[in-house]
DNA sequence: ACCTGAACACCGTTCAAGT
DNA sequence: ACCTGAACACCGTTCAAGT
């Protein structure tokens, strides 16, 4: 099957260029980790990668949406739980990509691909978190002043890790005082 | 008087130096603008910069250091007014700085100097915050987590930009839930 | 369509040399 | 002590050329 040999080359060899490009920025940081670097450990040459994908900032997008796509699929595990629980959750997951997070705040500006997707993560983030207000809250017009404090919350747990004490301890306090009082 | 005309004109291409880089740092950002152009418009070469400051990054927290002392000079402004004022106050009072405050945070990896600073501005943001605790809640066990939320959503409401309806709406919400509650 | 070798433009930093 | 011209090492990106 010569035919369909080389599309499906090409989306595996994609893969593979994401799959090293993830674990390196994982591993070591985005701004650190030359294009050069992901393309040795992905078997190509450095230029191939920009066949691929028009500049870093893409290839980060496309190993965060990697990176978004299970943490989602591994939420189901936690979607009948407390809504403490689901920020811990939320926190635990994320966790493996805080540097990510500030990455991505600090490209915002220079890159608009990245403040796309930084827009539509929030976005999600916001939904999710608004399904978990109590009724009462949700039409409140409050509701989206607690979910972007709820957004902030999470964000400044991922970028400032303190122990697990301390972080339960932060998201107790938010959510009996701020959704629930 | 040639004796001292030295350590004068030193301080003074220091400052300038400073002066020219905060001006770019904040206009421009951080990462977008090379260590050549603060040199130009401070008026020396690019590698005089080099003679003053050990790298790029204490030359941003020598800006850093500036506008917080700016900041924490008018801060005195809003001394006696009620927490949401002073948080307010707070928020539009960096918001000049906001692209900074996302520097800050991805540099803190790769750099000691940032990290350095980045700790200490939180350790006097949290003697400030915590000041303005009620006396009922300094005391809790809760005083160290409320102070965290503080600072996690003044960062975001710096970091997230919306207009100042939505933020008064998020700082009122999280005054009255948190501390007052 | 897919990939490469070689180059370009730029940047942070250093160094030998001057005063 | 203070400053410079010139270079180094590195990086993201591009391009002409191959298959």
């Given at each position: 099957?010569?035919?369909?040999?080389?599309?499906?080359?090409r989306?595996?060899?994609?893969?593979?260029?994401?799959?090293?490009?993830?674990?390196?920025?994982?591993?070591?940081?985005?701004?650190?980790?030359?294009?050069?670097?992901?393309?040795?450990?992905?078997?190509?040459?450095?230029?191939?990668?920009?066949?691929?994908?028009?500049?870093k900032?893409?290839?980060?997008?496309?190993?965060?949406e990697?990176?978004?796509?299970?943490?989602?699929?591994r939420?189901?595990?936690?979607?009948?739980?407390?809504?403490?629980?689901?920020i811990?959750?939320?926190?635990?997951?994320?966790?493996?990509?805080?540097?990510?997070?500030?990455?991505?705040h600090?490209?915002?500006?220079?890159?608009?691909?990245?403040?796309?997707?930084?827009?539509?993560?929030?976005?999600?983030?916001?939904?999710?978190?608004?399904?978990?207000?109590?009724?009462?809250?949700?039409?409140?017009?409050?509701?989206?002043?607690?979910?972007?404090?709820?957004?902030?919350?999470?964000?400044?747990?991922?970028?400032?890790p303190?122990?697990?004490?301390?972080r339960?301890?932060?998201?107790?306090?938010?959510?009996?005082?701020?959704?629930?009082?």
């Amino acid at each position: 099957m010569p035919a369909n040999r080389r599309p499906r080359a090409r989306a595996e060899k994609r893969d593979e260029i994401v799959a090293a490009a993830r674990a390196l920025f994982v591993a070591d940081g985005y701004e650190v980790t030359p294009v050069s670097r992901i393309a040795a450990e992905a078997g190509v040459t450095t230029n191939t990668v920009y066949w691929y994908f028009a500049d870093k900032d893409h290839l980060l997008v496309a190993v965060l949406e990697e990176l978004l796509v299970e943490a989602l699929s591994r939420y189901g595990s936690v979607a009948q739980a407390p809504l403490p629980e689901k920020i811990m959750f939320a926190v635990e997951e994320l966790s493996s990509m805080h540097a990510l997070v500030d990455t991505v705040h600090s490209r915002r500006a220079s890159s608009p691909v990245i403040d796309e997707w930084h827009t539509g993560f929030h976005e999600l983030a916001d939904a999710l978190t608004r399904a978990d207000l109590p009724a009462e809250n949700a039409e409140a017009a409050s509701a989206e002043a607690a979910s972007a404090i709820v957004a902030f919350v999470v964000e400044g747990l991922l970028t400032h890790p303190g122990d697990e004490a301390g972080r339960r301890a932060i998201v107790e306090l938010l959510v009996s005082r701020l959704v629930s009082g």
